[in-house]
């Protein structure tokens, strides 16, 4: 599969998207263990990817299994939302029974493939899509606002990573096609997951972190509002 667009839109550059199946960081001593490791095109809720997949050099009757070999949900997977045929049967624990070959519920198989044509076409030319969708990026999306590396070749010229670190308190760049250059002050913000006092159900509370505190200095305080 080639990526050439998300939800924005057009992406400047088109990425190849190798076939791996997913794997987990199983390193108990990294903070990121079991999440996900290796993916081909990995996607969250309500996320959208555009892609081209190149048929071209399968023979003509060939069916191909598009498959998302990912449990649900991932990266933390229940059992019992995970579906797929052969499935174990989950009926006593609040799941679905086993599902048959050619049955639902399955969250895995998603759809097939079948590939006509008596002569093979030629292969996919990505160094041409990669020309056709720069101007494409160009014709159709804004100039980034905080300009990135990825971004040079479309407009014909370079641009420089903008990063911040974890403790900046603001960002300094120049925005794309100007020459001067504007300061963004950050203000530290929280995510608190909290349960309600009437009935014991989860809930998320937004805040802003007070100046001077977090991590690597004195111990943070917050304030929080009801969502």
Do not use: H
Not at 106 to 124: C, E, K, L, S
Not at 134 to 150: F, G, M, N, R
Not at 177 to 184: E, G, R, S
């Amino acid at each position: 599969m080639i990526q050439i667009g998300n939800e924005a839109g057009f992406l400047p550059s088109a990425t190849v998207l190798p076939n791996i199946p997913v794997s987990y960081e199983y390193f108990r001593r990294t903070i990121l263990v079991l999440n996900v490791a290796n993916k081909t095109l990995y996607l969250g809720p309500a996320e959208r990817a555009d892609v081209i997949i190149d048929f071209s050099q399968l023979p003509d009757g060939a069916k191909v299994i598009l498959y998302n070999d990912a449990p649900a949900p991932t990266p933390g997977f229940d059992a019992r939302l995970d579906y797929y045929t052969g499935d174990p049967d989950q009926t006593s624990s609040g799941g679905a029974p086993t599902t048959l070959p050619g049955y639902g519920p399955d969250t895995r198989t998603i759809m097939q493939f079948q590939v006509g044509g008596a002569t093979a076409a030629p292969q996919f030319n990505v160094s041409q899509l990669q020309t056709g969708l720069k101007e494409a990026y160009a014709a159709s999306q804004d100039p980034p606002i905080v300009p990135e590396s990825v971004y040079g070749p479309v407009y014909g010229t370079t641009y420089t990573d903008t990063l911040a670190s974890v403790l900046a308190t603001g960002l300094t760049f120049t925005p794309a096609a100007t020459t001067t250059p504007v300061t963004l002050p950050f203000q530290g913000k929280a995510i608190l997951e909290g349960f309600d006092t009437d009935y014991g159900r989860m809930n998320a509370q937004l805040g802003s972190g007070l100046p001077n505190t977090g991590f690597g200095k004195p111990e943070p305080s917050w304030a929080f509002m009801r969502p």
